[in-house]
């Protein structure tokens, strides 16, 4: 069966660090790219960050540049998102998803989307 699935989430206090894990199941990650996505109640859902598989290049959107870091382990067939000085406004349902080969701007082009993990951030 062909699935992602995350892990990491939780409640945390601003300023702190979480890290997320997007496990693959019944394929290889090799030849796609690697997408994290967030959806924050009453909001539409945005791309976070994204990774190529085959040769690690990234994408961060703006908001989150300097605090988060995408990397991936192929031989585990995961991919992580190491989130640090955490601000409320991260808080949402964070998920990850495929698409082929390249990033892609659009949310269309992924699939497989996981269930998602929720990320808290406050006081």
């Known amino acids: 069966q062909v699935q992602l699935v995350e892990s990491g989430g939780g409640l945390v206090q601003p300023g702190g660090s979480l890290r997320l894990s997007c496990a693959a199941s019944g394929f290889t990650l090799d030849n796609y790219a690697v997408g994290w996505f967030r959806q924050a109640p009453g909001k539409e859902r945005e791309g976070v960050s994204c990774i190529r598989m085959s040769d690690g290049s990234t994408y961060y959107v703006d908001s989150v540049k300097g605090r988060f870091t995408i990397s991936r382990d192929n031989a585990k067939n995961t991919v992580y998102l190491q989130m640090n000085s955490l601000k409320p406004e991260d808080t949402a349902v964070y998920s990850c998803?495929?698409?082929?080969?390249?990033?892609?701007?659009?949310?269309?082009?992924?699939?497989?989307w996981g269930q998602g993990t929720q990320v808290t951030v406050s006081s």
């Open positions: 998803a495929r698409t082929p080969i390249h990033c892609s701007g659009s949310q269309n082009t992924y699939e497989n």
